[in-house]
């Protein structure tokens, strides 16, 4: 089975500075998909940014940016210029190719940005 | 428009009541999902479903029933309800086995 684990419960960071949060995983499969959740207190569940294990690169989505690291099984996320709307829970997610789809979820991170 | 939706947002209900929880997605997806979020936020698979067909049926209760009367919707039906039942209730839906999910509002279920 599959494990995701984030270490950071919660986290702080300025407004317009730089934050990365780390989420490592567990798994002996080698393809596999990551993703990073954002969950402001709205509730609603937004994508973040999504990497599929095969791809070298690094994705990166405007502000957002992941350092996939698949030898260390680690998968961070950095958030560059960071703004009050960025405040929320932050959960990074594993899923198993041909395995119902189904999300593995670390336990989140709370990221605050003050002003 | 609403890309996968949730009825009721909210719901409170007593022990041992039977109660549902509807979901619709208009994306033209084939794969639908329930998960369930406890008061620690931890967000765990309940049900998959691909094209009205059961896949993964995670360790839940059998109080928990999932119902999927087309690709389009995928129902929960929750049987003599516990206060272990209190949590949200998100569903989520994909167009294939390789396709990010999407998320719908999410319901918060209270049992008092």
């Known amino acids: 089975a599959q494990t995701v684990t984030q270490s950071q419960p919660e986290m702080s960071v300025q407004e317009a500075e730089t934050v990365t949060l780390s989420c490592t995983y567990d798994?002996?499969?080698?393809?596999?998909?990551l993703f990073w959740y954002k969950q402001p207190p709205s509730r609603q569940m937004i994508l973040v940014i999504r990497q599929e294990a095969y791809k070298q690169q690094n994705a990166t989505e405007n502000r957002f940016s992941v350092n996939f690291q698949k030898a260390a099984k680690s998968f961070s996320l950095k958030i560059s210029d960071s703004q009050l709307g960025d405040t929320a829970m932050y959960f990074c997610a594993f899923m198993k190719l041909n395995a119902g789809n189904m999300l593995t979820f670390g336990g989140g991170t709370r990221l605050m940005v003050k002003p | 428009d609403t890309a996968v939706s949730q009825t009721p947002k909210y719901l409170v209900t007593q022990m041992g009541n039977d109660k549902s929880i509807k979901c619709e997605q208009n994306l033209g997806h084939d794969t639908m999902y329930w998960y369930k979020q406890d008061s620690k936020k931890f967000l765990k698979i309940m049900f998959s479903?691909?094209?009205?067909?059961?896949?993964i049926n995670e360790t839940v209760p059998n109080r928990f029933s999932p119902k999927s009367p087309d690709k389009a919707h995928l129902n929960l039906h929750i049987n003599s309800l516990e206060l272990g039942d209190s949590a949200v209730y998100f569903c989520a839906s994909s167009h294939s086995a390789r396709d990010t999910q999407y998320f719908g509002p999410g319901t918060r279920l209270t049992v008092l």
């Open positions: 798994t002996s499969e080698n393809n596999y998909y």
């Open positions: 479903y691909n094209n009205k067909e059961l896949i």
